[in-house]
């Protein structure tokens, strides 16, 4: 059975953990750690003794300890600007309701789980409600241009939180996404908005969230500096250094699709998130990880692809047992997480990014992923 050399270390390394003996966390039903590149949910490894053997091939490899994800960015998705409200309307009534889509988003959480999804991608600023833009007239923003929080759009975050907490799932929660963070006027105004909703998060006692600081730092589209490459690992130890009796979050960030996150990036996070957005070749994949997990030296961390739209948009890659980005990241001991988005003349069943979003697995592409995902782990 293939095992990765830095699995073999991960024993001798000590559990880093989000969890304490304060009163808010045990009242939750969920907590996160990492050991060495493993996923642990409350002290025991994601997926605890489960190996793949793709149909057809010899090998197995582990899934023990990793993170199949998905891209939901949309969970709490509103528009405070009245010009593009009426753009995300239900075909059903035409109107846009940001609770309904929350309800219907919680709705679908378990049949997730049950195909073996443990986290999803949530963001405070969203992703493009057309699944790619060049332009965003539209608000979808967590945050007041000061840094201050917007309670709405908490209110309705915290619901998933919950709602994934009863489930045993994770949450990588984004703070910031390009188009969006222009709305915040300054840099004091980023930091002050990272402490508050780091604080909120601590002070809710949440212990199934990962942080993703931002999606993709290095596109041309961010604003402010403290948000781009050179400098965001400033906020990764920002968010490191705000605690609750000894707990802290787990936190990273993620560059564009294809890239290899900087050694200083690296260095700070407490996992790794990578991008398969436009490797159309498995084979790249591969180097990608192995090329990240060089960079993680002498101190394993989990690898984590976190959107990826390869497998569905290229037809010579497809969800079966064998190369896709998919099942190359299982094979070379990463999580993968799907990004499918509705495409222009689509219908509403499919993607999950496209608003507004039928959560539920209800298109034969959606189903695809799901089934590969249950082969892969089992299932619940």
């Known amino acids: 059975m293939h095992r990765p050399i830095a699995i073999l270390l991960a024993s001798a390394l000590l559990p880093l953990t989000t969890a304490s003996n304060s009163s808010s966390t045990l009242a939750r039903a969920t907590a996160v750690s990492i050991e060495g590149e493993r996923f642990l949910i409350n002290g025991r490894p994601t997926y605890e003794g489960r190996v793949w053997r793709p149909e057809g091939g010899e090998d197995e490899y582990p899934i023990e300890g990793l993170l199949m994800n998905s891209r939901m960015v949309q969970g709490i998705f509103d528009d405070l600007n009245p010009e593009t409200r009426e753009r995300w309307a239900y075909r059903d009534n035409g109107v846009w309701n940001p609770d309904r889509n929350t309800d219907e988003f919680i709705a679908a959480m378990p049949s997730w789980r049950e195909h ?148 200083t990036v690296v260095q700070a996070s407490d996992y790794v998130l990578l991008h398969g957005n436009g490797v159309r070749q498995p084979e790249r994949m591969a180097e990608l990880i192995r090329e990240t997990r060089l960079r993680t030296g002498d101190n394993p961390k989990p690898i984590v692809n976190n959107e990826d739209d390869r497998p569905w948009r290229d037809d010579h890659q497809g969800f079966g047992d064998r190369g896709n980005n998919c099942v190359v990241c299982v094979e070379n001991y990463a999580s993968w997480g799907y990004f499918d988005f509705r495409q222009v003349g689509e219908p509403f069943e499919e993607g999950f990014q496209g608003v507004p979003v039928d959560w539920t697995i209800g298109s034969d592409r959606k189903r695809a992923f799901f089934d590969l995902l249950k082969r892969i782990t089992g299932g619940e």
């Open 116 to 263: 073996g999804l443990l986290a999803f991608t949530l963001n405070l600023q969203g992703g493009s409600p057309e699944g790619y833009s060049e332009v965003q007239p539209w608000e979808n923003n967590a945050y007041e241009p000061d840094g201050a929080l917007r309670p709405a759009f908490l209110e309705r975050c915290a619901r998933i939180l919950d709602a994934a907490d009863r489930l045993g799932m994770l949450v990588i929660l984004g703070y910031f996404y390009f188009g969006q963070d222009e709305r915040l006027k300054d840099e004091a105004a980023v930091v002050r908005a990272v402490d508050n909703v780091t604080d909120w998060l601590l002070d809710g006692g949440w212990s199934n969230v990962l942080v993703e600081v931002n999606n993709e730092c290095d596109v041309r589209h961010y604003d402010h500096p403290i948000l781009q490459p050179e400098r965001v690992h400033e906020l990764i130890e920002r968010v490191k250094s705000r605690q609750r009796e000894g707990r802290r979050l787990l936190v990273s960030t993620s560059y564009a699709g294809g890239k290899l996150p900087s050694e």
